[in-house]
């Protein structure tokens, strides 16, 4: 039995893409990989009550009235007692919650990479305001708490900023050195441009953002 020896075809050569400096690729490639690897730090994604194995499916109904319960003589017996209305107010259902994300769910997530230092910092803001600040590595540098005109105005930035009808990518023919570049994610969108690309939709939303670094 003769023995074959199979060769694999090489692919030609990658066409070099647009000339850009190797600083702006290596950090938007950074700052969007850190922004998927920083995902999970969320708490999206968690069942709401009533959904699949939820507490639901065990509530008994109330019981209805006795068909059959008559004492000797005709009288009919005592019947059971009434249940719970259901017309009364749900227990657990806060009233005057705000529109917008639940408390729970994250409202905006904002990668920022570069700089003089090169370093990677991360803001997360929940629904309820808030928010938490991750380094390179996803280590807690600090939390606090958007007051609700704040976080009323970074709901409104984020809509006039309007992120689905934005390049996914957006990257300047003329890069600034040791400038620095976002990676902004929001109700399943993400967008990441660099510093000279942002619109002003996406400063004013950066404006409405605690600082990127801890003090020092």
């Known amino acids: 039995m003769r023995a074959f020896r199979t060769t694999t ?29 920083l995902a999970g730090c969320g708490s999206d994604g968690q069942p709401g009550p009533g ?15 006795s068909t059959g319960s008559v004492t000797p003589g005709g009288d009919p017996g005592p019947g059971p007692a009434p249940g719970p209305s259901a017309s009364g107010p749900a227990s657990g259902s806060p009233s005057g919650t705000p529109p917008g994300p639940a408390a729970a769910e994250t409202l905006l997530r904002v990668s920022r990479t570069g700089g003089y230092a090169g370093r990677t910092h991360t803001l997360i803001v929940k629904g309820d ?7 390179g590595r996803g280590r ?13 105005a970074l709901r ?15 990257m300047s023919d ?3 050195f040791d400038g620095f570049v976002y990676a902004f994610v929001h109700a399943g969108t993400e967008v990441a441009c660099d510093q000279p690309s942002l619109t002003p939709g996406l400063s004013r939303v950066l ?6 670094e801890p003090p020092p």
């Open 9 to 37: 075809p090489t692919t030609g050569r990658a066409t070099a893409g647009p000339a850009r400096t190797a600083a702006s690729a290596a950090a938007l490639g950074a700052v969007v990989l850190g922004a998927v690897v």
């Open 51 to 65: 959904g699949a194995g939820g507490p639901a499916a065990t509530a008994s109904p109330s019981p209805g009235p």
């Open 129 to 135: 305001g808030s928010w938490a600040r991750l380094d």
């Open 140 to 152: 807690p540098e600090g939390a606090g708490q958007l007051a609700p005109a704040g976080l009323e």
């Open 156 to 170: 409104g930035a984020l809509r006039e900023a309007d992120l689905p009808r934005l390049p996914r990518v957006a």
């Open 174 to 176: 003329r890069p600034v």
């Open 207 to 212: 404006d409405r953002l605690p600082p990127f």
